[in-house]
């Protein structure tokens, strides 16, 4: 069996994976609550045999996070645990971006695309909004927005008068109260920002993409952009898996 996680600035998901690549169970715990004592009641009720692991791999925006997991699971396992950006990710596809400063969730959500066939932009709804290009097997480098729920989340912060809101579809443009004319707002606002960003690498590039969407609110906007996209929610770990066989 295989450990894979994505280690996020949210959230962190651990997948215990069998060696036919298939998903035994997966866990979710807030990345900043992690710490030795929740990862061990984590694992303890995972039941994990750690006789049987083979590969550890993660992808990591938190390299604290990743040192607490690495710790713990160094005392109960004697094989090293990896960070995907550790790998030889070129042999994989070619990267044209700033390696250091490109996410490993990033990449790994590229290189489970990578085919040398087809080019590809994802859109994963994270702490930030992300737009990565893959033009058939070369990464060429991505777009960094505002994430959905934190921009919603500082807004109520920071201005006295709009509450906590949970962002829904809307049908109307123009909000009769604060409540709709925020997730007015945010729903239209995000929509046209989605788009435009999307024909504005279409028309840099001079090239067609199929477009992937992943992330926390990316059932929200699937169906509610112009853009024509596929929904892929477990593209992370389908490119852990993927990563994973450079691991000897």
Known sequence: MYILGDIGNTETKIFLISLNEKIIKKSTISTKNINLTKLDKLFFNSKIDYKNIKKILFCSVVPKSFNVIKKFLSKKIKIKCHEVKDLNLRSLMKIKANY??????RLTNAISLTNNKKNYIILDFGTATTFDVLIKNTYSGGII???????LNTLSDKATLIPK???KKVK????NDTISAVRSGFFWGYAGLIDNIINLIKKETRKSFKVIITGGFSDLFKNSIKTKVNHNKDITIEGLIKISKLIK
């Open 165 to 167: 809101i949970d962002l």
């Open 145 to 151: 927005a505002p994430g959905v729920k934190l921009s």
């Open 100 to 105: 250091n400063q490109v996410g490993s969730d």
């Open 172 to 175: 109307n443009v123009i909000g």
